[in-house]
């Protein structure tokens, strides 16, 4: 064997006991449970990786350095695992180590090398496939490290399936004298530091994007707050070029201050919760919906002012209806609409002329929808009629 595989064991080992000292001291840092599986894989890597380096030296039998890069196999596959938010499958983890004692301790170095790119590719193709499914937060990089761990799993395979064509100077003392063994032992300790440094990105990545979503998020109710409906809402009135017509809608709670003095705020609180469950339900996910005030929501659809208005008076009707046992049947929901006729005015003149049509509904005596007067057709106030006549507002406290 060339002198060069035994050295580079040696350096391998000692970059990935550094990656797993990292990873543990992040994990005692932030309790992020991937990292607790990620460290141990490393670490028993390292040692795998220095018994290897020793081994060349025949002082070592090497089928318990094969066994713990299995277990750090399952070990990393583990962390993958918790870091998808899995439940953990620990007799899968460890059978693959358990597999290669009982199996592969007397066979011969060809048939070892089979059972340990079947064993690698097995676990390797479960990383690759646990990333490729973990689509939370839509992070790229998640797809890319998938990619990685496909590649290696199938280039293991690929290695694996040539070394069975390749001719060999018999005896062999071990399977590394074969050179693909030599090529896939390189290209694995490689890859082993790429992925333990993708892992540290992904990781990464995806804190930034949940601390994204939580600036972004209103706690109680869980829609988005302020910020996030004026980027959603930009972004779509920007995507409606040639579409139907951008129409905002402004909802406020009725009564809330006294709501949250005469029965306390976990009743007012149950109101919040109820209103942007029915809110939600009739909006869709084609609309953007975000609480943009303590009691006061927003909303933007991009429709025909007519549905924009019927979507407006089934949300007050169902919340009047649902909120009927809350809070003495206090809790009912003032409505304003607005629509962008003019694509230049922008969405704060929207907002405002929306804002004014909602004072408008407050002044007539609350539970109603009214329209913003500077947009108003007689379409519209035919609609408004049609359902004033149908569904009537509730009398005003």
């Known amino acids: 064997m060339s002198i060069l595989l035994p050295t580079l064991f040696a350096f391998n080992s000692f970059v990935y006991a550094?990656?797993?000292l990292f990873?543990?001291?992040i994990w005692r840092e932030d309790r992020a449970g991937e990292f607790r599986f990620w460290s141990l894989a490393f670490f028993l890597n390292s040692a795998a990786l220095l018994l290897f380096a020793v081994n060349d030296l025949a002082v070592t039998p090497p089928i318990f350095a094969g066994a713990l890069t299995f277990w750090a196999l399952g070990a990393l596959w583990t962390g993958i695992r918790v870091f998808a938010e899995r439940p953990i499958r620990s007799v899968a983890a460890i059978a693959g180590g358990v597999i290669w004692i009982l199996g592969f301790s007397?066979?011969?170095?060809?048939?070892?090398?089979d059972g340990r790119v079947a064993i690698v590719a097995t676990y390797t193709f479960l990383i690759a496939y646990e990333l490729y499914c973990y689509n939370k937060e839509r992070l790229t990089i998640a797809r890319a490290t998938a990619a990685l761990a496909a590649v290696h799993g199938g280039f293991t395979l690929l290695v694996g399936v040539s070394a069975q064509f390749t001719s060999v100077d018999w005896p062999i003392k071990?399977?590394?004298d074969v050179p693909l063994a030599k090529f896939m032992a390189a290209e694995a300790m490689s890859y082993g530091i790429v992925l333990g440094f993708m892992l540290l990105a992904l990781s990464k990545v995806r804190a930034t994007a949940r601390q994204q979503i939580v600036a972004l998020t209103d706690p109680l109710t869980g829609l988005g707050n302020r910020r996030a409906f004026d980027l959603a809402a930009e972004r779509a009135i920007k995507g409606s070029c040639g579409a139907a017509t951008p129409v905002a809608l402004i909802f406020d709670l009725d009564r809330f201050k006294t709501i949250n003095d005469r029965f306390g705020h976990a009743e007012g609180d149950c109101v919040l919760r109820l209103f942007a469950e029915v809110a939600a339900c009739n909006i869709g996910a084609g609309g953007v919906l975000a609480r943009v005030g303590g009691e006061e929501f927003a909303a933007l659809l991009i429709c025909e002012p007519s549905?924009?208005?019927?979507?407006?008076?089934?949300?007050r009707c169902d919340f009047a209806k649902e909120?009927?046992?809350?809070?003495?049947s206090l809790a009912t929901v003032s409505v304003g609409v607005a629509v962008m006729e003019d694509r230049t005015a922008g969405l704060a003149e929207l907002m405002r002329a929306a804002d004014a049509a909602l004072y408008m509904a407050k002044a007539a005596g609350r539970n109603r929808v009214f329209l913003s007067p500077d947009v108003a057709c007689e379409t519209l106030r035919a609609t408004r009629n049609r359902f004033d006549e149908a569904l009537p507002p509730l009398n005003a406290a």
């Not at 909120?323 to 003495?328: E, F, M, P, V, Y």
Request: proline letters at 3%; hydrophobic letters at 55%.
């Open 106 to 113: 007397d066979a011969s170095p060809l048939l070892r090398l």
């Open 18 to 20: 550094l990656l797993g």
């Open 307 to 315: 549905t924009a208005l019927s979507i407006a008076e089934r949300i």
């Open 323 to 328: 909120a009927a046992s809350l809070a003495d």
């Open 174 to 176: 071990s399977v590394y």
């Open 23 to 25: 990873m543990y001291f």
